[in-house]
Nanobody, 118 residues
C-alpha cells in the first residue's frame, strides 16, 4: 500500500505565500506523475499543477506565474510553492501520485486546508 502525507497548509493574508509538501511512502517502485488538486466549498475538485518523473510541469491557468511545482525523486516528495495568494485560492489541497507496482494506480493524500484572508 502507498500513503501520501501532506503538510504546509494554513491561514495566510492576500499576497502571502505558502509551501505545501507531500511525501509518498510504502511499496513504491516508480512514480510517474505527482501533482496537486484543490476543492473549494461547493465546487468540484480541480487540477492545480502536475510534474512528471522527468520534470515536465503543467499548471492551471488560474495559478500560472504564481505557483511552482517541484519534485524530489530521491525522497518521493512533491512541493507546491504558492506565491501572491488570492482569496479564490482558498480550498482543501490534495496531493496526487500515480504509483507502481504492480501497475500504475492513483493515490491521494488526506488534504490540507489553505485559507487566504482578504
Amino acid at each position: 500500500q502507498v500513503q501520501l502525507v501532506e503538510s504546509g497548509g494554513g491561514l495566510v493574508q492576500t499576497g502571502g505565500s505558502l509551501r505545501l509538501s507531500c511525501a509518498a511512502s510504502g511499496r513504491i517502485v516508480s512514480i510517474s506523475v505527482m501533482g496537486w488538486y484543490r476543492q473549494a466549498p461547493g465546487k468540484q475538485r480541480e487540477a492545480v499543477a502536475a510534474v512528471s518523473s522527468g520534470g515536465s510541469t503543467n499548471y492551471a491557468d488560474s495559478v500560472k506565474g504564481r505557483f511552482t511545482i517541484s519534485r524530489d525523486n530521491t525522497k518521493n516528495t512533491v512541493y507546491l510553492q504558492m506565491n501572491s495568494l488570492k482569496p479564490e485560492d482558498t480550498a482543501v489541497y490534495y496531493c496526487h501520485a500515480r504509483v507502481a507496482p504492480p501497475w500504475y494506480d492513483d493515490y491521494w493524500g488526506q488534504g490540507t486546508q489553505v485559507t487566504v484572508a482578504s
